[in-house]
């Protein structure tokens, strides 16, 4: 209790962002910081998920928490590039589940495509609270659960090494919100055309995946709905000329260049 006679959940309550007016700046940005506090609670995310939100937050703060040019470009190739795809995968770690496991539910009907768990830090408690929240998405099949089988991906060890023999294993292209630079590197060794989402154009994934959205996954996966909603009216040969113009190197490059406008307009202001 403090001396206003409060105590300290009360305070919390207070605080909650619940509290905070919609037309408050960060109001959703605070939004879905509460959901990945509330999901580490609940035990479905581990406390290295809550580090890895915070790091992409500062990014979408830097980039003015909205889609910019270069994530949209990629956004298209990404989504010829799954149309195209025989075995696409979607790959489903703790953040994506919290934040957007209806649209990765949807997008897989649509392509159609198989869903699959793959967490960094795997533990069979986290593994059965991310497939139920995949199944209160409407997910019909999840692989990647606990018990499934699984094979190792060639230049990965231990957990991370996991892939589905029908899902990640014989996968021509894989979505991977949020991978790992080793494991994004593996994936692409493999032959498979990785496409991640990531808000830091710095990080190994972002450089070793074929294509990298550089944008918020929450606002990512409605775009890619819609584009694949768009484009499978395209024929196959206005797809590859799509996915054949796109250049991942320069594409993330622009996003570089955002961020470098940003602080130059921050000097001169
Ligand atoms: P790498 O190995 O690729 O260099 P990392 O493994 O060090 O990166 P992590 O610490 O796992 O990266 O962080 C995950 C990444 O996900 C960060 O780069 C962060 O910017 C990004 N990120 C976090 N939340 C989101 C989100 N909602 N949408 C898109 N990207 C996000």
Redesign the pocket.
Known sequence: MNKKGINKKELMDVLNMHDISPSHPRYRSLLLRDKMAQAYREGILADSAL???G??EA?DYIFGEKTNPPAIKAIRAASATLLLAENPVLSVNG?TAV?AAEDMVELASLLPAKVEINL?YRTPPRVVQVERVLKNAGANEVLGKEGDDFLPLKGLEGPRSRAHPEGVYIADVVLV??????R?EALVALGKKVIT????PL????KKSSITIV????RTIPLIINEVKRLRECSRQELEEIVMEFDNDENVSSSLELISEYFKRDEDS
């Open positions: 580090i890895a939100h790091r992409g990014f953040n934040l960094f919100p949020l991978e790992d630079g080793d994004a989402i990531d808000l830091n990080s190994r994934t972002a944008d918020n996954l929450v």
